[in-house]
């Protein structure tokens, strides 16, 4: 049983970065695809962006050209890229993996603030 854990969270200013990580307690090589959702406050959980073994990435269309996610299959660990933030990035955010079982984690909260 793999756990995802998700870090680098907090609170950042419209315009700022942050950048979230997801550690695996094993081996990610044979997940063939992770990546990222998120739910805003009285929202329902969204797509963010994914990323498949072979590297071909998938973005939403409101975060595409202002994040970046990437794997480090070395480290087990999977990342989000967060440029250039809005008021609207603020969410928990939560990595996701498939393999021979569907993995989540218990999210990291971003909050987008003046």
């Known amino acids: 049983q793999v756990q995802l854990v998700e870090s680098g969270g907090g609170l950042v200013q419209p315009g700022g970065s942050l950048r979230l990580s997801c550690a695996a307690s094993?081996?990610?090589?044979?997940?063939?695809?992770m990546g990222w959702l998120r739910q805003a406050p009285g929202k329902g959980r969204e797509f963010v962006a994914a990323i498949t073994t072979g590297g071909t990435t998938n973005y939403a269309d409101s975060v595409k050209g202002r994040f970046t996610i990437s794997r480090d299959n070395a480290k087990n660990t999977l990342y989000l890229q967060m440029n250039s933030l809005k008021l609207e990035d603020t969410a928990v955010y939560y990595c996701?993996?498939?393999?021979?079982?569907?993995?989540w984690g218990q999210g990291t909260q971003v909050t987008v603030s003046s």
């Open positions: 996701d993996a498939w393999g021979t079982q569907y993995y």
């Open positions: 094993g081996s990610i090589s044979s997940f063939n695809r």
